[in-house]
């Protein structure tokens, strides 16, 4: 999609009037000092909602801005607060730092309070983040690992034979699951990294719907620490978040593919997304300043681990700034200076050669014009890829201009003749599965790849939403995808 939905941040309520009075015990470490601790305590609590209140220590290097966040498990909602910047997506809530308490120096402490809404059970939080860093526990700050050997896991390693994906074996794989919206915009906006949880059970929940990929978008701005994203949330920090929660989608035996979704550049033309020159939506073609860098980056993280698929660009959509088809696929593939945008432009082969230049062979993807969904000249011009594990990437909705089998039989089954065809995103913005069913089925007999947009609790008519709760409850939409997956799989 071209503009996932902000979460918007909760409203400020009036004071409420406190009904009783009772303390819950709070979460503190033990044994070894931890990299942070959090004492979370209940000092109210009524019919309706309570109050609460957390008190962050720093045991580590001191810091000049902080950001607490941790989940709430009973539907619980943060409905005001005071002495951080308070908001809630899902269930999990962020507290942030006022300008006069960022600083937190080592051993120091801030101590922050909130009103909370609640019905029935009040379970207090069992894990606190610290700008990233997993407080209350001995082991100190997160640090994940480097990612694991190919095929160490129960991800398959995929590559491209013929027009076929297939593991190591040689058997024939599809490409099935859904997309974890949050890191293509979450950072940028400077709200955090991950839209909603990305803990192990919610990863579980996507695999519980019988899914095997999950593809992940990502900005490149954060990714590389541009200075323009707040520190928390950039450079080291974004990419030891990355890597967490690939290692959770290969633990649970899915394909983590992750994809290049917002980049630098400055475009308003026409259908332009914004006119920020920084990565905050939707441009019609990556930048050539930062693009390369981003995908050799990325290729160098994850070149030892061939599990993980690269998919090069979201949405390109260089025909909207383009005078003629021609001019448009020239500059899908060898960028340059493209007509009607502004920016120097990175073509698909730019990035197919930054990533094969780290010596990385893992699968890439390669999205066509308007947005992905048109494919016609794809095969005439293709990137060259020396490794030969090059597929194809299509989205469609049901507002699409290639949105039936006509299209489809026309334009789409040539490609997929030939080349890998991966569906990247399939949705409909009708809060319903009639139009998604029609495009698995045509998959489905032509033994391709689809994944469902996306796995965010958003409202589904505003954004084609999969799920209404991080547990895997699917919206009207999202069942149709679940019980299909569940059904193959069966």
Not at 294 to 319: C, Q, R
Request: proline fraction near 5%; charged fraction near 15%.
């Amino acid at each position: 999609m071209r503009h996932p939905p902000r979460s918007v941040l909760l409203a400020v309520t009036g004071a409420l009037a406190l009904i009783g009075s009772m303390t819950v015990t709070a979460v503190t470490a033990s044994g070894a000092a931890p990299a942070c601790s959090v004492e979370y305590s209940v000092t109210s609590q009524w019919d309706s909602g309570f109050q609460g209140t957390v008190k962050i220590t720093n045991n580590t290097a001191g810091v000049s801005s902080w950001q607490l966040a941790f989940d709430f498990a009973n539907g619980q909602k943060v409905n005001q607060g005071w002495n951080a910047k308070w908001s809630q997506s899902g269930t999990t809530v962020t507290a942030a730092n006022e300008s006069y308490n960022g600083q937190l120096g080592t051993g120091a402490s801030v101590s922050a309070g909130f009103v909370a809404s609640s019905s029935g059970s009040n379970a207090v939080p069992t894990s606190f983040k610290l700008n990233g860093t997993t407080c209350n526990a001995d082991t100190g700050p997160t640090d994940p690992t480097d990612p694991p050997a190919p095929g160490d896991g129960t991800a398959p390693v995929l590559r491209v034979v013929g027009n076929r994906l297939v593991d190591a074996s040689g058997a024939t794989r599809r490409m099935l699951g859904v997309n974890r919206s949050g890191g293509e915009f979450m950072c940028v906006q400077g709200r955090g990294i991950w839209d909603g949880p990305v803990d192990d059970a919610s990863v579980r929940a996507i695999a519980d719907w019988k899914a095997n990929t999950v593809r992940i978008p990502l900005n490149e701005e954060c990714w590389l620490g541009l200075s323009n994203i707040q520190p928390q949330y950039a450079g080291a920090h974004y990419i030891d978040a990355v890597k967490d929660l690939v290692a959770k989608v290969k633990a649970h035996g899915m394909t983590p593919l992750l994809e290049l979704h917002w980049s630098y550049g400055q475009y308003t033309g026409n259908s332009a997304g914004c006119s920020d020159v920084h990565a905050s939506c939707q441009k019609p073609m990556p930048d050539l300043q930062y693009s390369p860098a981003f995908w050799t980056s990325v290729a160098n993280t994850f070149k030892d681990d061939a599990t993980v698929g690269f998919d090069l660009f979201n949405e390109p959509y260089p025909d909207r700034a383009t005078a003629t088809t021609t001019q448009a696929w020239q500059c899908w593939r060898d960028g340059g200076t493209c007509p009607g945008i502004g920016y120097q432009v990175a073509g698909m082969q730019d990035l197919v050669d930054a990533i094969r230049g780290t010596g990385a062979r893992n699968l890439i993807l390669a999205g066509g014009l308007a947005y992905s969904n048109d494919l016609s000249q794809w095969l005439t011009y293709r990137p060259t890829d020396p490794a030969g594990n090059l597929a194809a990437a299509w989205h469609v909705y049901n507002f699409n201009t290639c949105a039936n089998e006509s299209c489809w039989n026309s334009t789409l089954a040539p490609v997929a003749a030939q080349v890998p065809l991966v569906a990247g995103e399939i949705g409909e913005n009708t809060c319903s599965h009639g139009f998604v069913d029609q495009v698995m089925k045509w998959f489905d007999d032509r033994g391709l790849s689809y994944l469902g947009w996306t796995w965010n609790t958003w409202d589904c008519g505003t954004g084609p939403s999969l799920i209404s709760r991080y547990d895997g409850t699917p919206t009207a939409y999202g069942a149709g995808l679940r019980d299909h997956l569940r059904a193959l799989n069966s």
